[in-house]
Structure formats: C-alpha cells, structure tokens
C-alpha cells in the first residue's frame, strides 16, 4: 500500500495549503483503500479564490 497523496488548494495560478484544519478522504472506488487527502475550505479559502 502506498502513502496517500495530499491534494492542496489551486488559488491564484498556486498550491495553496488552505486556511483550515479539517480533510476529507478519498477512497479508490476499485479497491476501496485511502488514495488522498483533500482541505476542505473554509470562508477564508473561498474568498482567496474569488479575489484571485
């Protein structure tokens, strides 16, 4: 099994970690084992991206 990827943000042409704390989990749909982790943006994420 190999380590899950961690997706990040895209806001302003960049990877961005994102403001908040909280992930989701993505699951592989053919074997149903974790294949990445993504933020979950918040009020302060969204407005970067809509400034952006």
Avoid: C, L, Y
Avoid at 2 to 21: L, M, V, Y
């Amino acid at each position: 099994m190999s380590t899950p990827r961690k997706i990040t943000h895209w806001i302003n042409g960049r990877a961005e970690a994102g403001a908040s704390d909280r992930h989701g989990t993505v699951f592989n749909p053919a074997t149903g084992q974790v294949a990445a982790t993504v933020p979950i943006a918040n009020e302060a994420d969204v407005a970067a991206a809509v400034a952006a």
